[in-house]
């Protein structure tokens, strides 16, 4: 289960897959710790191991394999679901927006080439990927969103580049 990912993860099993290669089995067994237990039947010492098996079952291709489980984003995607249907849109997009902020920062993304021509040939990848994400008929919605951010992430790049080049607020 501690196979490296290919891309980013689109589906929820991929994302828990993707966290055990990257974070390690020890780091989500602390992170999960209050998951229940078993103790052990001499010294009531809890084990580990079916925290980790659990966690294998979030992390588990669902068409593959008949021991996965729904795994807490899956439970997290359905309780946002749920509240979307009574109209509860406020609290749900409150939730998200707070998750945003920790993985994208309210700073614009860090420019990975020197100059703004460096920067614009650096779009075109990403802009074609999504012309043909856009295209492909059995795209699912993740793909497209996936692509889409990724060509506003490398054109966020170069606002952030001209802004710094010219000393303009906002050049972070």
């Given amino acids: ?89 406020d609290v749900a997009q409150a939730v998200v927006a707070r998750q945003v902020r920790i993985v994208r920062p309210h700073d614009m993304p860090d420019p990975g080439r020197d100059t703004i021509a460096e920067e614009c040939l650096d779009d075109l990848e990403a802009i074609v990927d999504y012309h043909r994400v856009l295209r492909d008929p059995d795209a699912s919605p993740e793909e497209v969103d996936t692509a889409m951010e990724t060509a506003i992430r490398e054109l966020q790049q170069n606002r952030t580049l001209k802004y710094r080049n010219e000393g303009w607020a906002g050049g972070v």
């Avoid at 993860?9 to 290669?21: G, H, M, R, V």
């Avoid at 580990?48 to 294998?56: L, N």
């Avoid at 899956?74 to 749920?82: K, M």
């Fill in 1 to 89: 289960m501690n196979r490296k990912p290919t891309g980013p993860p689109l589906e929820t099993w991929q994302f828990y897959s993707a966290a055990i290669y990257h974070l390690g089995m020890s780091t989500l067994n602390k992170l999960y710790s209050g998951l229940k237990s078993k103790a052990c039947p001499k010294c009531g010492a809890l084990l580990e191991e079916s925290r980790e098996r659990q966690i294998h079952r979030w992390a588990s291709d669902p068409a593959t394999t008949a021991s996965n489980q729904r795994n807490p984003v899956d439970r997290y995607e359905a309780l946002l679901r749920r509240l979307m249907a009574i109209g509860a849109v």
